[in-house]
Protein backbone atom coordinates (compact mmCIF):
# COMPACT_ATOMS: atom_id res chain seq x y z
CA UNK A 1 0.00 0.00 0.00
CA UNK A 2 1.46 3.46 -0.96
CA UNK A 3 0.42 6.27 1.28
CA UNK A 4 1.72 8.32 4.56
CA UNK A 5 2.15 6.25 7.78
CA UNK A 6 2.29 7.73 10.95
CA UNK A 7 3.19 6.71 14.53
CA UNK A 8 1.61 6.88 17.26
CA UNK A 9 -1.86 7.61 16.72
CA UNK A 10 -2.51 9.31 20.04
CA UNK A 11 0.01 9.96 23.03
CA UNK A 12 -0.55 11.46 26.29
CA UNK A 13 2.17 12.35 28.35
CA UNK A 14 2.80 14.41 31.33
CA UNK A 15 4.99 18.40 31.30
CA UNK A 16 7.86 18.33 30.57
CA UNK A 17 8.79 14.55 29.04
CA UNK A 18 10.27 14.00 25.33
CA UNK A 19 7.75 12.42 23.12
CA UNK A 20 8.79 11.11 19.29
CA UNK A 21 6.47 10.84 16.16
CA UNK A 22 7.37 8.74 13.53
CA UNK A 23 6.32 9.31 9.68
CA UNK A 24 7.18 6.78 6.15
CA UNK A 25 5.61 7.27 2.81
CA UNK A 26 5.82 4.72 0.27
CA UNK A 27 4.97 7.34 -2.48
CA UNK A 28 8.29 7.84 -3.64
CA UNK A 29 7.85 11.74 -3.09
CA UNK A 30 11.05 13.58 -2.57
CA UNK A 31 9.87 16.57 -0.13
CA UNK A 32 7.97 15.91 3.51
CA UNK A 33 6.11 18.60 5.89
CA UNK A 34 5.17 18.81 9.76
CA UNK A 35 2.56 20.35 10.44
CA UNK A 36 0.46 21.46 13.37
CA UNK A 37 -3.55 22.07 13.57
CA UNK A 38 -4.61 23.32 16.73
CA UNK A 39 -8.49 22.28 18.13
CA UNK A 40 -9.63 25.17 16.02
CA UNK A 41 -8.13 22.93 13.13
CA UNK A 42 -6.14 25.85 11.82
CA UNK A 43 -2.74 24.06 10.23
CA UNK A 44 0.71 25.83 10.68
CA UNK A 45 3.55 24.29 8.75
CA UNK A 46 6.77 23.68 10.97
CA UNK A 47 9.25 21.76 8.85
CA UNK A 48 9.71 20.62 5.35
CA UNK A 49 12.56 18.79 3.75
CA UNK A 50 13.55 18.05 0.09
CA UNK A 51 15.61 15.12 -0.46
CA UNK A 52 16.69 14.78 3.37
CA UNK A 53 17.75 19.02 2.96
CA UNK A 54 15.32 21.31 5.80
CA UNK A 55 14.08 23.75 3.21
CA UNK A 56 11.42 25.43 5.69
CA UNK A 57 11.63 25.98 9.36
CA UNK A 58 8.89 28.57 10.51
CA UNK A 59 9.16 29.84 14.00
CA UNK A 60 8.29 26.96 16.27
CA UNK A 61 9.82 26.51 19.71
CA UNK A 62 13.10 25.27 19.76
CA UNK A 63 12.12 22.02 21.62
CA UNK A 64 11.10 20.71 18.22
CA UNK A 65 13.26 19.14 15.98
CA UNK A 66 13.00 17.35 12.98
CA UNK A 67 14.73 14.08 12.40
CA UNK A 68 15.31 12.96 8.42
CA UNK A 69 17.07 9.69 8.15
CA UNK A 70 16.36 9.49 4.23
CA UNK A 71 13.77 10.40 1.64
CA UNK A 72 10.87 8.36 2.92
CA UNK A 73 10.98 9.16 6.61
CA UNK A 74 10.44 12.46 8.75
CA UNK A 75 10.49 12.27 12.27
CA UNK A 76 9.51 14.81 15.01
CA UNK A 77 10.89 15.17 18.47
CA UNK A 78 9.50 17.73 20.96
CA UNK A 79 11.55 17.92 23.83
CA UNK A 80 10.29 19.02 26.94
CA UNK A 81 6.60 19.34 25.69
CA UNK A 82 4.31 22.55 27.47
CA UNK A 83 0.27 22.38 27.66
CA UNK A 84 0.37 24.15 24.63
CA UNK A 85 1.86 21.53 22.71
CA UNK A 86 -1.27 19.25 22.64
CA UNK A 87 -3.12 19.31 19.10
CA UNK A 88 -3.00 17.05 16.13
CA UNK A 89 0.42 16.90 14.42
CA UNK A 90 0.29 15.57 10.48
CA UNK A 91 3.05 14.61 8.34
CA UNK A 92 2.62 15.26 4.41
CA UNK A 93 4.13 14.27 1.41
CA UNK A 94 4.66 15.71 -2.09
CA UNK A 95 6.62 15.22 -5.32
CA UNK A 96 8.05 18.51 -6.51
CA UNK A 97 5.57 21.48 -6.22
CA UNK A 98 2.46 19.55 -6.33
CA UNK A 99 -0.05 18.30 -4.37
CA UNK A 100 0.24 16.92 -0.72
CA UNK A 101 -0.84 13.74 1.04
CA UNK A 102 -1.22 13.67 3.97
CA UNK A 103 -0.99 10.65 6.74
CA UNK A 104 -3.71 10.65 9.46
CA UNK A 105 -2.15 12.52 12.38
CA UNK A 106 -1.10 12.39 15.66
CA UNK A 107 -3.10 13.29 18.56
CA UNK A 108 -0.93 14.82 21.75
CA UNK A 109 -2.15 15.22 24.40
CA UNK A 110 -0.57 17.03 27.37
CA UNK A 111 -1.05 16.77 30.65
CA UNK B 1 2.13 38.20 1.09
CA UNK B 2 0.15 35.44 0.23
CA UNK B 3 -3.00 34.48 1.93
CA UNK B 4 -6.13 32.30 2.00
CA UNK B 5 -9.62 33.47 3.31
CA UNK B 6 -12.27 31.10 3.75
CA UNK B 7 -15.25 33.59 4.86
CA UNK B 8 -17.36 30.91 6.37
CA UNK B 9 -16.40 29.12 8.97
CA UNK B 10 -19.40 27.32 9.48
CA UNK B 11 -22.35 25.78 6.40
CA UNK B 12 -25.05 23.98 7.15
CA UNK B 13 -27.44 22.48 4.72
CA UNK B 14 -29.85 20.23 3.66
CA UNK B 15 -28.95 16.83 2.53
CA UNK B 16 -29.79 16.77 -1.30
CA UNK B 17 -29.18 20.53 -1.64
CA UNK B 18 -26.81 22.82 -3.44
CA UNK B 19 -23.56 24.20 -1.91
CA UNK B 20 -21.03 26.65 -2.29
CA UNK B 21 -17.74 27.25 -0.22
CA UNK B 22 -16.20 30.39 -0.81
CA UNK B 23 -12.43 30.60 -0.89
CA UNK B 24 -10.97 34.04 -1.79
CA UNK B 25 -6.54 34.21 -1.72
CA UNK B 26 -4.18 36.63 -2.17
CA UNK B 27 -1.44 36.63 -4.58
CA UNK B 28 0.54 38.40 -7.14
CA UNK B 29 1.46 35.80 -9.44
CA UNK B 30 -0.89 32.81 -10.47
CA UNK B 31 -1.47 30.30 -7.92
CA UNK B 32 -1.58 26.39 -7.31
CA UNK B 33 -5.25 25.35 -6.09
CA UNK B 34 -6.20 23.02 -3.67
CA UNK B 35 -9.40 21.86 -1.91
CA UNK B 36 -8.69 19.56 0.46
CA UNK B 37 -11.74 17.69 3.00
CA UNK B 38 -11.41 16.43 6.61
CA UNK B 39 -12.75 14.14 8.25
CA UNK B 40 -13.16 13.65 12.12
CA UNK B 41 -10.47 11.95 13.13
CA UNK B 42 -8.39 11.22 9.92
CA UNK B 43 -6.08 13.64 7.55
CA UNK B 44 -6.41 15.55 5.00
CA UNK B 45 -7.52 14.48 1.55
CA UNK B 46 -7.28 15.97 -1.87
CA UNK B 47 -11.03 16.90 -3.11
CA UNK B 48 -9.23 18.84 -6.47
CA UNK B 49 -6.36 21.11 -8.23
CA UNK B 50 -6.28 23.98 -10.81
CA UNK B 51 -2.87 24.43 -12.13
CA UNK B 52 -3.90 26.13 -15.42
CA UNK B 53 -6.33 25.89 -18.08
CA UNK B 54 -9.90 25.24 -18.10
CA UNK B 55 -11.18 27.63 -14.72
CA UNK B 56 -13.88 24.65 -14.05
CA UNK B 57 -11.99 21.77 -12.42
CA UNK B 58 -13.86 18.97 -11.58
CA UNK B 59 -12.46 16.74 -8.34
CA UNK B 60 -13.94 13.38 -6.43
CA UNK B 61 -17.13 12.78 -4.81
CA UNK B 62 -19.08 15.08 -7.42
CA UNK B 63 -17.24 18.78 -6.09
CA UNK B 64 -15.96 20.99 -8.45
CA UNK B 65 -14.13 24.20 -8.57
CA UNK B 66 -13.70 27.64 -10.34
CA UNK B 67 -11.00 29.19 -10.57
CA UNK B 68 -11.65 33.39 -11.23
CA UNK B 69 -8.52 35.48 -11.54
CA UNK B 70 -9.99 38.69 -11.66
CA UNK B 71 -12.12 37.90 -8.56
CA UNK B 72 -9.11 36.19 -6.96
CA UNK B 73 -11.52 33.11 -5.76
CA UNK B 74 -11.36 29.40 -6.32
CA UNK B 75 -14.97 28.31 -4.99
CA UNK B 76 -16.11 24.80 -4.68
CA UNK B 77 -19.42 23.46 -5.43
CA UNK B 78 -21.75 20.50 -5.14
CA UNK B 79 -25.01 20.33 -7.19
CA UNK B 80 -26.37 17.70 -4.68
CA UNK B 81 -24.91 17.16 -0.84
CA UNK B 82 -25.14 14.07 1.09
CA UNK B 83 -24.79 13.25 4.91
CA UNK B 84 -21.58 11.46 4.35
CA UNK B 85 -20.33 15.38 3.19
CA UNK B 86 -19.78 16.85 6.60
CA UNK B 87 -16.20 17.50 7.52
CA UNK B 88 -14.08 20.09 7.22
CA UNK B 89 -12.91 21.97 3.93
CA UNK B 90 -9.48 23.41 3.50
CA UNK B 91 -8.21 25.71 1.13
CA UNK B 92 -5.19 25.93 0.00
CA UNK B 93 -2.85 27.79 -2.00
CA UNK B 94 0.81 27.21 -3.72
CA UNK B 95 2.78 30.02 -4.95
CA UNK B 96 5.43 28.81 -7.52
CA UNK B 97 8.66 28.51 -6.55
CA UNK B 98 9.07 27.53 -3.02
CA UNK B 99 7.63 24.39 -0.95
CA UNK B 100 5.13 26.74 1.00
CA UNK B 101 1.51 26.02 1.35
CA UNK B 102 -0.53 28.61 2.52
CA UNK B 103 -4.38 26.90 4.06
CA UNK B 104 -7.94 28.47 4.69
CA UNK B 105 -8.72 28.35 8.36
CA UNK B 106 -11.62 25.91 7.27
CA UNK B 107 -15.15 26.03 6.57
CA UNK B 108 -16.70 23.05 8.67
CA UNK B 109 -19.99 21.64 6.72
CA UNK B 110 -22.58 20.33 8.36
CA UNK B 111 -25.39 18.34 6.29
CA UNK B 112 -28.88 17.78 7.94
CA UNK B 113 -31.61 15.80 7.01
Known amino acids: ETAVFQTPNYHVTQVGNEVSFNCKQTLGHDTMYWYKQDSKKLLKIMFSYNNKQLIVNETVPRRFSPQSSDKAHLNLRIKSVEPEDSAVYLC??????????FGPGTRLTVL | AQSVTQPDARVTVSEGASLQLRCKYS??????LFWYVQYPRQGLQLLLKYYSGDPVVQGVNGFEAEFSKSNSSFHLRKASVHWSDSAVYFCVLRSTGNYKYVFGAGTRLKVIA
Open chain 1, 92 to 101: ASSHGLVEQF
Open chain 2, 27 to 32: YSGTPY
